[in-house]
């Protein structure tokens, strides 16, 4: 295709509704333009005013119309044309043609169905020469890439992500989008958490407030150990904010995501906070933000503030997707990782290869975090960042002694009435936790503790969907269970139950499983709990009379888990359980002197393995040869599932067959809908029905999007054990 007047068409045809292809062009330039401003990649100023200029020409076609429900494919005329007008910059940038080519998709390398594409773009005479030209120019670009040194490989990739958000931005008309760092200093921290201390009804701690705000001064990366309660948010806030740099807060759990954000909306602003994580669409849905407009900057990292998830923070460095949205954001970033010791081998390793090689070209600041971090893994930070500031506050953990627990010998499906009889003994309000360490015994625990204070006359029962209330002379008691086998929709609303219990001063009793280590911010008077490896232990205690410095009573029963003997799956270890068992005896009641002794015992058993790192960072290499740092990655390969084995077992969302004929409506009504925003909303809808469950529960069937699978499920247990389809 030649055109006589490519001006006049440029600025008399229109690329978007209501919008000149010229003005689209425009646009491109000057958002990208500011991006490039604000990284540090102006070098890359030519580069991208030819990919601005040449990504949308295919769209002058005259089959093409901004009108039509469905136009053909633009890209590769693109190409052609840049490839017939502008030879010689294609020669001097030859990633140019690969990033037109593919700008509406993943960046996957150039296969012979692309360069068919291109050459039937091309007049008939020209086609044979077009498609030698194009071949020549592939191998070219291959062996470009290969030759590439990896920073200007990144800093190119990183500059057509920045184009391509410039693009996405243009073409919704958010044109007013200005890319800010936080805007927030020490002395606004200070006044915020005093102001959060004073509406909490808590006494401020002066000494660790300073030494907390003091933190700002600290320019390398820093490790810092503290007790549970003392304040590490604040410390991390305090650290990144005097950087000046955008922050990405990476948190173990969905849970703690959820709060955490409400609670950085009110120091930051809520234009300047974005969530990004696989419900984000869902919970953006909950607060009404139906243009999805924060969700979108959230997802690309575009936002001053991210908090994020560790998986989500991997899979961007390991070039899943359009990685390439996300990843220049994290330039120049301040990067705090908390709950560092939640993250299993794969995470760390994973992580650890990656800030190796961008910490350096990002010029990255990273602030990790542990209420236990164990020596092996303080190391493990030392030897990968070199220089590195600590904070360990031993002093704080040896005046500290919030726990004291009693050893049950028994297990905890023995004790149930025990349990009962202490609870209706104890002060009102009372909160109890009673934890166990799979998802089948919590709901065994459960089903007992409702039928047995059900039972009894003085107990007058209310059964709810969730659980159940009880109403005694002394006040109401609610009864609930949360673990990882809920749909999202129901684990929201537990959760949402669980906090209004706790604003309003009720009395309750959550049956949980290790998703309390790091999810909820509660405070719990007391806690029974199955015997674990002791770093799971020192979390869980995290969880009662959390702010207070001591207890002078017992307010912890741990039992041990008669199962581990005989189950084929169990989350733990069972050398790890029983010699924290024995240890254990040692420590009970008043033998245990402060919150230290326990950090040291567990700091005796952790352990990293080497052999494993190894593993990780061949395959990892594998990974650097297949994408060059530079193409997409699929992870739906067995070679991905190797790398990406992130939990001891692989979990797959499924949706259960009691929601089927819901969600094949929304699935229905998703089909027929035309606006992208809409089918995001619908789409979104139907992952509240999704449960995560493990592949060697269920027969999963081959199928396209979330399975439905047919598993007992109801809102009160979750996801049983009890169907045809479980192995």
Same mark, same amino acid.
């Given at each position: ?314 899979? %961007? !460095?390991? @070039?899943?997707?359009? $990685?390439? =949205?996300?990843?220049?954001?994290? +330039?120049? /970033?301040? *990067? ?5 010791? %939640? !993250?299993? @081998?794969?995470?760390? $390793?994973? =992580?650890?290869?990656?800030?190796? +090689?961008? /910490?350096? *070209? ?14 092996? =893994? ?350």
């Amino acid at each position: 295709m030649m055109l006589k007047d490519l001006e006049k068409e440029i600025w008399s045809k229109e690329s978007h509704e209501r919008k000149k292809l010229g003005e689209h062009i425009n646009e491109c330039k000057k958002l990208t333009e500011e991006f490039l401003k604000f990284y540090n990649l102006t070098k890359y100023k030519e580069f991208i005013e030819l990919l601005c200029h040449y990504h949308d020409l295919g769209k002058l076609k005259d089959s093409w119309n901004v009108k039509n429900r469905h136009n053909p494919p633009h890209s590769p005329l693109s190409c052609l044309m840049l490839f017939n007008m502008d030879r010689e910059k294609l020669e001097k940038y030859p990633l140019l043609g690969l990033f037109i080519l593919k700008h509406h998709g993943n960046l996957t390398r150039i296969e012979d169905g692309d360069i068919i594409r291109i050459k039937n773009e091309a007049p008939e005479n020209e086609k044979e020469q077009v498609d030698n030209d194009l071949r020549n120019w592939r191998r070219n670009l291959y062996k470009y890439v290969s030759n590439l040194d990896t920073t200007l490989k990144v800093d190119l990739t990183d500059t057509y992500g920045l184009f391509k958000f410039a693009d996405i931005l243009s073409a919704n008309n958010l044109t007013n989008y200005t890319i800010t760092n936080p805007n927030k200093n020490v002395e606004d921290l200070k006044s915020w958490i005093l102001e959060k201390i004073q509406k909490k009804g808590l006494k401020v701690r002066n000494r660790d407030l300073q030494t907390q705000l003091n933190l700002s001064k600290i320019n390398t990366n820093l490790l810092i150990r503290a007790p549970t309660g003392w304040g590490k948010t604040v410390a991390s806030l305090s650290y990144a904010v005097s950087k000046g740099s955008r922050i990405i807060y990476v948190l173990p759990t969905i849970t703690s995501i959820k709060s955490f954000y409400d609670d950085l909306c009110t120091f930051f602003g809520k234009e300047n906070v974005g969530e990004f994580f696989y419900y984000a669409d869902v919970e953006a849905i909950k607060r009404d933000e139906s243009d999805f407009r924060e969700l979108v900057f959230a997802s690309y990292f575009a936002q001053p503030v991210i908090i994020t998830t560790l998986d989500q923070l991997l899979l %961007t !460095f390991l @070039q899943v997707g359009k $990685y390439f =949205l996300k990843r220049p954001h994290l +330039r120049g /970033s301040v *990067i705090i990782l908390d709950e560092v010791h %939640t !993250f299993s @081998q794969n995470m760390l $390793y994973i =992580l650890s290869y990656f800030l190796e +090689r961008f /910490s350096r *070209i990002y010029g990255l600041k990273i602030c990790v975090m542990s209420a236990t971090f164990p020596s092996v =893994l303080k190391d493990h930070f030392e030897k990968l960042f070199g220089k590195v500031e600590k904070l360990w506050l031993n002093e704080e953990f040896k005046s500290r002694r919030r726990v004291m627990f009693r050893v049950v010998e028994k297990d905890i499906l023995d004790i149930i009435e025990n349990i009962i009889e202490f609870y209706r003994s104890s002060k009102k309000p009372f909160r109890m936790a009673i934890v166990c360490n799979t998802v089948e015994k919590s709901q065994k625990v459960f089903e007992k503790l409702l039928k047995s204070m059900s039972a009894k006359e003085s107990y007058s029962c209310d059964t709810k969907n969730y659980g159940a209330s009880f109403h005694l002379a002394d006040g109401n008691i609610y009864l609930d269970l949360l673990h990882s086998r809920y749909i999202y929709k129901h684990r929201c609303e537990k959760e949402d139950r669980i906090n209004n219990w706790i604003r309003n001063g009720e009395s309750f009793i959550l049956v949980a499983t290790q998703v309390i280590e790091v999810s909820l911010d509660i405070s719990f008077d007391f806690m029974i709990t199955e015997c674990a490896p002791l770093e799971s232990l020192v979390q869980r205690f995290g969880r009662v009379n959390r702010y207070r410095d001591k207890t002078e009573e017992i307010n912890v029963w741990i039992t041990f888990p008669s199962e581990i003997n005989i189950k084929k799956r169990y989350p733990y270890d069972k050398r790890d359980v029983t010699n924290t068992w024995n240890l254990l005896k040692d420590l009970e009641g008043d033998k245990l002197m402060d919150e230290l002794q326990l950090i040291e015992e567990s700091d005796k058993v952790a352990n990293l393995s080497r052999v494993k790192q190894k593993e990780i960072y061949n395959l990892l290499e594998t990974w650097s040869e297949n994408t060059n740092f530079l193409y997409s990655w699929r992870v739906d390969d067995e070679f991905a599932q190797r790398l990406l084995k992130f939990r001891e077992e692989f979990t797959r969302l499924v949706i259960p067959s009691i929601y089927r004929d819901r969600v094949e409506k929304l699935y229905k009504k998703m089909r027929k809908e035309v606006s992208y925003a809409q089918k995001r909303k619908i789409f979104a809808e139907i992952k509240e029905y999704t449960v995560p469950i493990p592949i060697w529960m269920i027969k999963i069937p081959v199928e396209e999007g979330f399975p439905i699978v047919k598993v007992f499920y109801d809102e009160k247990y979750g996801v049983r054990k009890e169907a045809n389809n479980i192995i």
